[in-house]
């Protein structure tokens, strides 16, 4: 098939061409006079099993044939004559053996890392002795880099890099995937050496970015009938370009590097790589531009010298859009509109983006179309149901059962699908409810069958839920294969549910999934040693995270979601490449915690750039195809975007031609962008809707209410809008489901703890002492404050005011003391038939016979001009006290009312009862009363608030923020 010649034998496909078509192209054409079992001897070696595939549908679709043997460059070793080679160490075995070790050496040098980033440092170190495997790095070349200016770094790293010594040099039958991988190579090399086959071997695809590929590679273009076929080969770079890239740390990133570097060890030229075909690129002149815009930087000079000499600028950029939206939304819904348009046309086209936000934006706007995209990248695992499900369960085992856990797995699909589902939502329902309004935030046996018995829930679901759910927190380490079992056997039994019968948490593709990777965790369980519960959850999530699974709903069957190594084996008459900037397009570097870029040079490991690099590549290829757009966002995040290097390169470039039209090329570009952005901002175009007035709503007389309580006179004067919504529409907040140590809360506690303490004093006037404040305080925290952070918190700050606050009550007992604690009171207001209710913390008789009301607040207590314009709550109390409102005790003389604050500071602020005697507030008070009992009063909402920002349960109701307090209210006569 091949001549034969002393020169290794290599070929190549321009950028822009369909690589597997022209493959299969070039072995027909090759093949055409010769007979027809010529092409069955063929040895085709891919390097991807998807590059197989769709070389297999070539070859389906006719003329018929006989096919060439197609394996994949990892089968190498699947052969007869090769499988003495043992099989690879599985690669969870290898994560679970490093992760076990690291976490020793961490508990013996805690300050090496944090504990938290075991897995990080376990798959990070397990992807540097992959490399150094697939490379042929041996561990005494890292040991022996020259790390004088980076001692401090460099100990801690070789603490780490020490255990890859064990793994690497664990003997032949013991060997990891790459290892293997090089072994089979070396050994099928030794071979050809000896007996080379006579049969044309052809390698396709790869770039050699590898070191055992590169091997690989090396050894087929030598052999007599074998053959390269490199993907994307830049036909137009001038030979002294090539010769520039030979030095790694200055070209890695550039798109043709690794080509110049298989050049090197082939030791042939540029102008030596034959054309396997002679169908031309889908447009050369834009392979030319292309060319020109990525030379490397140090001689991006070639654009003065080399420019002026580019043609056809027009023919280039002719089927080139560029689109350079404000906003990634935007971004998205011109590449959906444009991707309607090809499904409506019949045109296959294809986004191609590393961008997974990207990805999930447009398929969630062709949505609005019922266009499904058949996307090669589909879903992580961890966020599809069976996957978000065992993260759940796995929650259970290592924290303390929360009201919301309890919710989130209770509302999963998977949870009780076994049978009965509507009646298990039925009481998921009523349980939120019920936790919502009585607690508690850590909910356990005992109260959830208080619930059961409150809401008579049926017997045998009320069993599962605490059976299933109650006392799964684990504190302890256990051995990795307990707690595979005991995940295993708790997911299975919430997915039942109560009636017993199997749930469908294994069905579909996402379960079976998720069920291969517990039991590869149940085969592999004995090398992960014990663990926490935290540290079984973070080892679930990570290993759900690798694996992704794609829905089995029909896609479309011309619109298509790309990654960039899917693009490498696909063919579009469209495509769009999006994302285009710095950080997505291409990727920033990962961060490497072991070597810096000399040493990995030194060493002979791959660069950082090297992804880059390949990236480069990628786009090189996408964008010499038929048509193509290229997408950006200006801003994301509220932040300024910078364009891709590369984009940024050939708008330069084009920028900088003015003598062959190259702005105007440019500005076309553009504009045409620029149209389908107009027309996708026709989608988010909505129709004006007038902002709500402020309401000020009148309901009828009747409906008005006839009670509040004391402390709602505020909310009447400040919020009436708030007493309507409650009172008349009948509304109530719907209490948080995540319930939190809150101001609430500790104003409940605080109550009580003053309420129990000055009882006890009363009682036994030895008890008035610190020690006994701040034993009685601890006690009831304890009891009321599930949360130990909360508690120690609270305590400190009754510590701090102790000494004030018996201070000050010390100096109360002297002139009385208490004779009620929570007192009701209660006021009809006459002739308006309107009654005020309330609750007196605390009344206390001083020494003159007199009332003394006391209000504890938690909060800052309100001044006396506050209190004498809005927060009326002591002085309508007194008021109510003179008039014998208060149950159990005559009427009496108010001398005293005061608030006082246990905030973070003591502190006393007394009611001007002087300024604002009883008679007067109680007469302000039936006119306030009054005015809200005549028909033509509104509530207005938000009348007098404190501040702009005080927020009131009801201002959603109120549509407050499509009005402000400069508006005017519009009233509205109900009936």
Not at 687 to 709: H, N, Q
Request: negative net charge; hydrophobic residues 40%.
């Amino acid at each position: 098939m091949f001549e034969t010649s002393a020169a290794p034998c290599v070929f190549a496909v321009p950028p822009g061409a369909d690589f597997p078509k022209a493959l299969v192209d070039g072995l027909r054409q090759r093949a055409s006079d010769q007979p027809p079992e010529a092409l069955a001897r063929v040895q085709l070696v891919v390097n991807t099993r998807r590059m197989a595939r769709r070389v297999r549908d070539l070859f389906d679709q006719g003329p018929a044939c006989l096919l060439p043997r197609l394996s994949l460059v990892t089968d190498l070793g699947e052969s007869v004559d090769l499988a003495q080679i043992p099989p690879a160490i599985p690669a969870l075995r290898r994560r679970l053996e490093l992760t076990q070790l690291i976490a020793k050496l961490l508990e013996q040098q805690p300050d090496l890392a944090a504990r938290s980033s075991l897995f990080d440092l376990s798959d990070s170190l397990a992807a540097l002795i992959d490399e150094m495997q697939g490379e042929g790095v041996s561990p005494d070349a890292i040991r022996q880099l020259d790390v004088s200016d980076m001692s401090g770094h460099w100990a801690r790293a070789q603490a780490f890099i020490g255990i890859a010594d064990h793994f690497i040099d664990s003997g032949p039958d013991a060997l990891d995937a790459q290892a293997r991988q090089r072994r089979v190579v070396e050994n099928l090399i030794d071979r050809w050496q000896v007996s080379p086959p006579q049969h044309p071997v052809i390698l396709a695809g790869s770039t050699g970015s590898r070191g055992t590929t590169l091997m690989l590679m090396e050894a087929v273009a030598r052999l007599p009938q074998g053959a390269l076929i490199l993907p994307g080969y830049d036909f137009d770079q001038p030979d002294h370009v090539w010769q520039g890239l030979d030095e790694a740390l200055a070209s890695e990133d550039h798109p043709q590097y690794r080509f110049r570097k298989l050049m090197t060890r082939l030791e042939i030229q540029p102008r030596q790589i034959e054309r396997w075909t002679n169908n031309p690129a889908p447009s050369p002149a834009r392979n030319r531009l292309i060319s020109l815009a990525l030379r490397p930087a140090p001689i991006t000079d070639a654009w003065m010298s080399e420019g002026p000499q580019l043609t056809d600028l027009d023919g280039a950029t002719k089927d080139l859009t560029l689109v350079e939206a404000q906003s990634p939304r935007a971004e998205a819904l011109a590449i959906a509109l444009r991707l309607r348009e090809a499904a409506e046309s019949g045109q296959t086209a294809a986004l191609i983006t590393p961008d997974r936000m990207l990805t999930r934006q447009v398929s969630a706007a062709l949505d609005r179309w019922n266009i499904l995209p058949d996307d090669s990248a589909g879903l992580p695992l961890q966020l599809s149901p069976p996957g978000r499900f065992l993260r759940h369960v796995a929650g259970l085992f290592a924290r303390r059962l929360e009201g919301e856990a309890l919710l989130t797995l209770l509302k999963h699909p998977l949870c009780h699908d076994g049978g009965d589902r509507g009646a298990h939502l039925l009481h998921t329902r009523d349980l939120e409810l019920d936790l919502r309004r009585h607690g508690p935030p850590f909910p356990d046996s005992a109260s959830l069958a208080a619930f059961a018995i409150r809401k008579e829930v049926p017997e045998q679901w009320m069993q599962w839920l605490v059976a299933q759910f109650c006392d799964q927190q684990v504190t302890g380490e256990l051995p990795l294969s307990e707690w595979v079992t005991r995940l295993r056997n708790l997911a299975e039994a919430i997915s039942a549910g109560s009636e017993g019968d199997a749930g469908t948490l294994w069905d579909k593709n996402a379960g079976q999934k998720a069920l291969s990777i517990l039991t590869a965790l149940e085969d592999e369980a004995e090398h992960g040693g014990p663990m926490t519960a935290h540290d079984f959850a973070d080892l679930l999530g990570a290993l759900l995270a690798g694996e992704e699974v794609r829905d089995r709903d029909a896609p479309h069957p011309h619109i298509m979601i790309w990654g960039t190594l899917e693009a490498r084996v696909q063919g579009a008459d469209l495509l769009i490449l999006g994302g285009l900037n710095e950080g997505s397009w291409p990727e920033a570097a990962a961060p490497d915690p072991w070597l810096n870029r000399q040493m990995r040079d030194k060493a002979g490991l791959l660069l950082p750039e090297r992804r880059i690099g390949l990236s480069a590549h990628d786009f090189q290829q996408a964008v010499g195809a038929p048509e193509v757009w290229l997408t950006r966002a200006t801003r994301s995040d509220d932040a300024e975007t910078v364009p891709s290097r590369w984009l940024n390169r050939m708008t330069n470039l084009l920028q900088g031609l003015p003598g062959q039209g190259g702005p105007e090329t440019l500005a076309s570009m553009r504009a045409r962008g620029q149209q389908w952005l107009r027309w996708s901002e026709q989608l988010e175009v909505a129709p004006k809707i007038e902002p709500a007035a402020r309401p000020s709503p009148r309901p009828p007389v009747a409906a008005r209410p006839r009670r509040l309580s004391v402390t709602e006179i505020k909310r009447l004067i400040r919020d009436p809008y708030a007493i309507y919504a409650k009172h008349v529409l009948r509304l109530r907040p719907l209490d948080p489901m995540v319930q939190a140590p809150d101001a609430l809360l500790r104003g409940i506690v605080i109550h009580e703890i003053l309420e129990h303490f000055v009882k006890d004093s009363v009682l036994d006037s030895a008890l008035l002492t610190r020690e006994n404040f701040l034993k009685r305080a601890e006690t009831l925290l304890d009891q009321h404050v599930a949360w130990p952070t909360a508690r120690k918190l609270w305590l400190a700050r009754l510590e701090r005011i102790a000494d004030d606050f018996l201070t000050a009550e010390t100096a109360r007992r002297g002139d009385g003391g208490p004779v009620a604690f929570e007192a009701a009171m209660k006021l009809v207001l006459s002739p308006l038939d309107f009654t005020i209710a309330g609750r007196a913390d605390r009344i206390d008789h001083n020494s003159r016979g007199a009332l003394r009301i006391v209000d504890y607040k938690t909060g800052t207590p309100p001044t006396e001009s506050q209190q004498a314009k809005f927060d009326k709550q002591l002085l309508i109390e007194a008021a109510m006290a003179e008039q014998g409102a208060i149950e159990g005790i005559d009427p009496l003389p108010v001398a005293e009312a005061v608030f006082i604050g246990m905030g973070g500071t003591y502190k006393e602020v007394a009611a001007p009862l002087a300024k604002e005697p009883p008679d007067k507030v109680l007469t302000e008070l039936k006119e306030l009363v009054s005015a809200y009992l005549e028909p033509d009063q509104g509530f207005t909402a938000r009348r007098m608030l404190h501040k702009d920002t005080d927020v009131g349960d009801y201002d959603h109701l109120a549509r407050f923020g499509e009005w402000d307090r400069t508006d005017k209210t519009t009233p509205e006569v109900l009936k």
